[in-house]
């Protein structure tokens, strides 16, 4: 299909647009050049700026699909896809669970309650403006619009530093701390894999609303021994109430939600079901820490202070 994205060269924008010229679909790509900007040579490319300089969307195509992998702005999607609706077949926004009211509760679904409204519109109001983003695209093309909501993402290339951190501080050995328990649930979603479904789900003229978060059966404990695999790192699990106490949060471990966090307790639950049974599949979570492993950068390294975790683990 020719395709157009905006964005592609990012971390889920890169896997999308190496995902189909796989495939074989004819790709454009409209950015503004400042990441990656020879990734993709052969790749024919539209310079702009979704802020405010959409020109070249308006001479370019028509296209048969556009992937919208950097939306966040309401305003801005709503004026890049009133732009495209006369110019592609059909739309489809790359959005993330954090839309959801309420993530106290697991098993949420494609139906429940969104954010409320924003307030100042920072980082803290990143979920309801996504949602605003959603009723941007379908409002502008109604009926022509897929929109994918991805939970935690995963895998080569990542610029998060949230899988990659495990992945690297597995790989220099020791005695590793492991937070909370091994049988706690943990949602990851390859890159590749949610590009392969959302393109696929774009060239079959999918519409709707889907979730597109990991497994429902990953626990941290089968994520840090994939991790740990060949390395021979020990896991040392230290319960959530020491690592409180000793001040620790999720920036200095990456994906560790304490369960006394009511708030976020459905984060790592959410219902992928109608998703998977539109085709998208998980590959396992050995072959995306290797591939993570095989792509790690210098900055991947580990943040936790390494005296710190030396005293929680015993050594």
């Given at each position: 299909m020719r395709l157009l994205v905006l964005g592609g060269t990012g971390f889920v924008g890169r896997h999308i647009v190496e995902c189909a010229l796989a495939r074989g679909d004819e790709v454009t790509l409209f950015n503004r050049g400042r990441t990656a900007p020879g990734l993709f040579g052969d790749v024919e490319q539209l310079r702009g700026d979704r802020a405010g300089d959409l020109g070249a969307l308006r001479d370019g195509g028509p296209w048969e699909a556009a992937i919208d992998?950097?939306?966040?702005?309401?305003?801005?999607?709503?004026?890049?896809?009133?732009?495209?609706?006369?110019?592609?077949?059909?739309?489809?926004?790359?959005?993330?669970?954090?839309?959801?009211?309420?993530?106290?509760?697991?098993?949420?679904?494609?139906?429940?309650?969104?954010?409320?409204?924003?307030?100042?519109?920072?980082?803290?109001?990143?979920?309801?403006?996504?949602?605003?983003?959603?009723?941007?695209?379908?409002?502008?093309?109604?009926?022509?619009?897929?929109?994918?909501?991805?939970?935690?993402?995963?895998?080569?290339?990542?610029?998060?530093?949230?899988?990659?951190?495990?992945?690297?501080?597995?790989?220099?050995?020791?005695?590793?701390?492991?937070?909370?328990?091994?049988?706690?649930?943990?949602?990851?979603?390859?890159?590749?894999?949610?590009?392969?479904?959302?393109?696929?789900?774009?060239?079959?003229?999918?519409?709707?609303?889907?979730?597109?978060?990991?497994?429902?059966?990953?626990?941290?404990?089968?994520?840090?021994?994939?991790?740990?695999?060949?390395?021979?790192?020990?896991?040392?699990?230290?319960?959530?109430?020491?690592l409180l106490a000793a001040g620790i949060d999720e920036s200095q471990l990456p994906l560790w939600i304490a369960a006394s966090s009511a708030d976020s307790a459905g984060f790592m639950r959410i219902d992928s079901s109608r998703a998977v049974a539109a085709g998208l599949r998980h590959r396992p979570i050995t072959e995306t820490a290797r591939d993570t492993l095989a792509a790690l950068r210098p900055e991947d390294g580990p943040g936790l202070d390494v005296a710190l975790e030396a005293r929680l683990v015993g050594g």
């Open positions: 992998v950097t939306g966040y702005r309401p305003g801005e999607v709503a004026a890049s896809s009133q732009l495209l609706a006369g110019r592609v077949e059909r739309l489809t926004f790359i959005s993330t669970i954090s839309v959801y009211r309420d993530l106290s509760r697991a098993g949420a679904d494609e139906t429940a309650p969104l954010a409320p409204p924003p307030g100042r519109g920072g980082w803290e109001d990143y979920g309801a403006l996504k949602a605003l983003c959603e009723q941007a695209v379908r409002a502008a093309l109604p009926g022509r619009a897929l929109t994918v909501r991805p939970g935690i993402v995963a895998g080569p290339h990542d610029p998060t530093n949230r899988f990659s951190w495990w992945v690297a501080r597995l790989a220099r050995g020791g005695r590793v701390l492991a937070p909370g328990a091994p049988d706690r649930p943990l949602q990851l979603i390859d890159a590749r894999d949610l590009a392969a479904f959302v393109l696929a789900a774009t060239a079959a003229r999918v519409t709707g609303v889907y979730n597109a978060a990991g497994s429902s059966d990953l626990t941290w404990g089968a994520m840090l021994d994939a991790c740990a695999r060949g390395t021979g790192a020990e896991l040392v699990w230290v319960p959530d109430a020491a």
